[in-house]
């Protein structure tokens, strides 16, 4: 991407809090229009990283650059042109959707003649008509998170940085959020979103670059990441405990091999082509391990997250409330 057509551009980033190194020479660039997954487990750096883009964290080392604005030297055209949203909603229970925007309005200082519109087209466009006359404490975790991204667009931030919008909310709630990301992004927005969750990246996002503690381990389309990873899995399924206990005990040296109780399921990195397959399955029959099924697959975005950064993702339905 070229310099120029970038909204959001951070060079080498980096922030120490004591001993820890929060972020670690994080770099990328996102242009109008484009989503950037930052993609990282709890304590990577994501939220760092976010607040010194928006000015709320000074920056140690590197630089960063909105729509045109040192933020280190000039946060005050960086704010007029940024939007934030995420999980600590800023949005007051008692008011009303239609009242909270009102009041996001005039924060930012829109003038008064245009507030109305603006915030009609915003109910309209992201369909919030049905609820947005009803305080906010009485709606679904999905409404909420709208609302809070919504609060974050009155002002038409050409960036908008959004810390794990959908962490916390159920499978309908997320696809709500997914369905306004896609929008503003199709609208020409910029956008930083943080996420836990691979599939979430794997779906909205055009880049992403994966970080761990700090620092930078993969970046690329998510095609490109799961090509470089760049081997086959095969994914093997048995049906009794005791077969999986064996099956376990004869896979745990391949390197990146893992496992799954519940399921009885065994995968194992292929690097060596058919051949190792074979070599493998026959070596689990002569040993007596019965199997139900097997099957080489490629690389889910998980199993790439787990060979780059040695520790597996949280699957979606161990965080739902
Ligand atoms: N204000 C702070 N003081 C000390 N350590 C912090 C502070 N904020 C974050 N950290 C540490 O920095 C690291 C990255 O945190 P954070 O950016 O919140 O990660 P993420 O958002 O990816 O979960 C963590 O080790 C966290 O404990
Ligand atoms: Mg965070």
Wanted: hydrophobic content about 40%; aromatic content about 4%; charged content about 25%.
């Amino acid at each position: 991407m070229s310099r120029m057509n970038s909204v959001i551009e951070a060079a080498g980033l980096t922030k120490r809090f004591g001993d820890v190194v929060a972020a670690d020479g994080v770099t990328f660039s996102i242009g109008r229009g484009q989503v950037l997954g930052l993609l990282g487990p709890n304590g990577a750096g994501k939220t760092t990283a976010v607040k010194m883009l928006t000015t709320l964290l000074s920056i140690d080392s590197g630089s960063a650059r909105i729509a045109g604005f040192d933020v280190a030297r000039d946060p005050e055209s960086v704010r007029q042109v940024i939007g934030l949203a995420g999980q600590a909603a800023a949005v007051d229970e008692k008011l009303t959707a239609r009242e909270n925007l009102e009041l996001f309005a005039r924060l930012y200082k829109l003038p008064r003649n245009r507030r109305r519109s603006r915030i009609n087209e915003l109910i309209d466009r992201f369909d919030m008509g049905s609820f947005a006359d009803r305080p906010a404490a009485t709606y679904s975790g999905g409404q909420r998170r709208r609302l809070d991204i919504v609060a974050a667009l009155v002002a038409e931030p050409l960036a908008l940085f959004l810390d794990e919008p959908t962490t916390g909310l159920d499978p309908r709630g997320r696809a709500e959020v997914w369905d306004s990301v896609r929008a503003l992004a199709a609208a020409g927005t910029a956008i930083l979103l943080t996420t836990q969750y691979l599939d979430e990246a794997d779906r909205l996002a055009d880049h992403i670059v994966v970080i761990d503690q700090g620092r930078t381990v993969a970046t690329g389309t998510p095609v490109e990441l799961k090509a470089e990873v760049g081997r086959d899995i095969l994914e093997i399924h048995v049906p009794t405990d005791g077969d999986f206990a064996r099956a376990r005990e004869l896979t745990a040296a391949v390197p990146g091999a893992s496992v799954n109780a519940d399921r009885r399921q065994v995968d194992v990195p292929i690097t060596e082509g058919a051949e190792q397959s074979l070599r493998l399955l026959r070596t689990l029959e002569e040993s007596g391990v019965r199997i139900d099924d097997f099957q080489l697959r490629q690389p889910t975005l998980d199993d790439t997250f787990l060979a780059l950064t040695g520790s597996p993702t949280k699957p979606l339905e161990e965080v739902q409330p």
